[in-house]
Structure formats: structure tokens, C-alpha cells
């Protein structure tokens, strides 16, 4: 099994209990590995322990619902299996550097500052693009109700109706220079709302502009509704790299939320993701009359 499906697998099982008590005994269990193996494979690929992923991702749904309900923090804390309200304070002030309370009335404050100064016209979102073949069918917003962890999230969705042959793309791009002769891991969290397909993709590109490294998840695309998760893509830079493109592909209708993308080198024993490769050619030609 990949590691990024094991990976995927915890954080679908950590989602849909983040209200309810988790066991960490419990999850060689459910996910198949060993405690140890599973732990080590999961700070591998995300950065964080499974302990502090519960922790943020607990955070980060309270502070959603202290912004948009009257709950209690006594009410919010229980519910996310804090013991006690001041241990949820404390967890709260490690992520949001505030306690709940003041969180609460600094932020609304803040968004009614933002919902009065909204105007007609879409502001640029700083490093952000949105490109693809039909763009005009698309849009592209930050959204402080929808997110993985922080207080936003970036959200693409189709505005109308779009087909197969349809897609777009939020993107960045930047000078290789720091990542030459290294295998570099994009990783970033993903949940999507009725789409056709969508994912992840990162691009390696040479000085003459000729793509040389390429992955879009095409195998292992996203479809469907899903709740947040992770994905990686990992793949060589050459010597004769250049520049770095990267970004979430949405084809056809749909909405897909971006968070949390993250760069890092990796050691030559990690397999890389890159379908350029002569392993994602067909063995031998095929069609070569039409007829099929």
C-alpha cells in the first residue's frame, strides 16, 4: 500500500470522530499497521504526530462553530473531548494565540469589517492564479467558513455548468534554484463538494520551458464529495530545472477547498509520483488502425 493511502485512511477515520473519543490503541486495529509503523508513516507524510493532528483539527472546528453559533466554550470544549474548559483554552491559545473568548469577539468584529467593505469587484489573492482552458466558468475566493486548520481556506468552484472537456486551476509558480538535485514532496489537504474530478499537481519545468517532471493525480484522482484529507506529489528536481508550478486542478462542476500546502525535501528512498516515466507508458503501441 502507498503510504499517502495509509495516511489517507487515518485522517478519514480521525474526521468523522472528531466529536467523539479516539483511542490512539485503536487504530492498528482499524488502519491495519502497527502502532509504531502507522505513527512513523503518519508524522512522514504530514509533518505532525496523530496526537497533534487530532488536537488541530478539534481547534480548528471550534473555533469555526465559536464563530458562528452562541455555543458556550464550556459546550464547544466537551464536545470535542476537551476535559475540561480551561484544557481547551489552553489548546486554543497554542494554535489561535488567543483564548476563546477574546477569538470570538476580535474575529466577528473582523468579519463584519469585511462583509462592510465588500465591493462588485473579485481582489487578486496574493500568489494566487486562476487559469485553465475555460476560466470564465470558474471562480476563486477565499473562504473563512471552510477550512482545514488556521482561518481560511482557498476555494475554487464552477460557477455554472462545465463538462469533461472543461476545466480550471488555482497555480503558483517559482525559481527552482533552491530545490535542484533534490526530490521535493508537495503535500496540502483537499475536500471537495460534487465534483466531476479534481486534484493536486505539481510541475517541473526546464530553462527552455519544456516540462520535465509531471504529476496531477490523474491515477488517483479526487471525485465525488469528501471531507478533508491528505495528498502529496513528490518528484525530482534536476540540475536543469528552472521554474516550479503547482496548484489544484478542478475539471468539470464541483467545488474543491485547498489548505495547508506544504514543501519539503525527501531522501531518494521515498518513490517519486511523476507520470512522465517510461512505468506510465503502455508496453506496446495500441489502435494503430483506428478500428477500435
Not at 471537495?192 to 493536486?200: P, R, S
Request: a negative charge.
Amino acid at each position: 500500500m502507498y503510504y499517502s493511502e495509509v495516511t489517507q485512511k487515518t485522517i478519514s477515520y480521525i474526521e468523522s470522530n472528531l466529536t467523539e473519543e479516539i483511542q490512539l490503541d485503536t487504530f492498528p486495529s482499524v488502519i491495519g499497521y502497527s502502532k509504531y509503523h502507522l505513527h512513523r508513516i503518519f508524522k512522514q507524510e504530514t509533518g505532525k504526530s496523530i496526537g497533534e493532528y487530532i488536537r488541530l483539527r478539534r481547534t480548528a472546528m471550534a473555533a469555526k462553530i465559536l464563530l458562528h453559533s452562541e455555543e458556550t466554550i464550556l459546550t464547544i470544549a466537551f464536545l470535542f473531548q476537551f476535559q475540561s474548559q480551561e484544557a481547551f483554552t489552553r489548546a486554543f491559545k497554542d494554535v489561535y494565540s488567543l483564548p476563546p473568548g477574546k477569538y470570538r469577539k476580535l474575529m466577528q468584529a473582523i468579519r463584519m469589517m469585511e462583509e462592510e467593505k465588500k465591493v462588485n469587484t473579485r481582489e487578486q489573492i496574493k500568489g494566487w492564479s486562476l487559469s485553465g482552458t475555460n476560466p470564465e466558468l470558474y471562480d476563486f475566493v477565499v473562504d473563512g467558513d471552510v477550512f482545514h486548520t488556521g482561518t481560511k481556506s482557498g476555494l475554487l468552484f464552477a460557477k455554472g455548468e462545465a463538462n469533461a472537456q472543461q476545466f480550471a486551476t488555482i497555480m503558483q509558480g517559482f525559481q527552482a534554484n533552491d530545490y535542484k538535485g533534490k526530490r521535493l514532496k508537495l503535500s496540502c489537504y483537499i475536500k471537495t463538494e460534487n465534483v466531476l474530478k479534481c486534484g493536486a499537481w505539481l510541475r517541473i519545468d526546464n530553462t527552455s520551458g519544456d516540462t520535465i517532471q509531471f504529476d496531477n493525480m490523474d491515477n488517483r484522482s479526487i471525485q465525488g464529495t469528501t471531507d478533508w484529507n491528505h495528498y502529496s506529489i513528490i518528484l525530482d528536481v534536476s540540475e536543469e530545472s528552472a521554474s516550479i508550478h503547482f496548484g489544484v486542478l478542478l475539471i468539470g462542476t464541483g467545488k474543491v477547498w485547498a489548505d495547508g500546502f506544504r514543501f519539503e525535501e525527501v531522501n531518494g528512498k521515498v518513490a517519486t509520483t511523476n507520470m512522465l516515466t517510461q512505468e506510465h507508458l503502455p508496453k506496446q503501441p495500441s489502435n494503430l488502425d483506428f478500428s477500435e
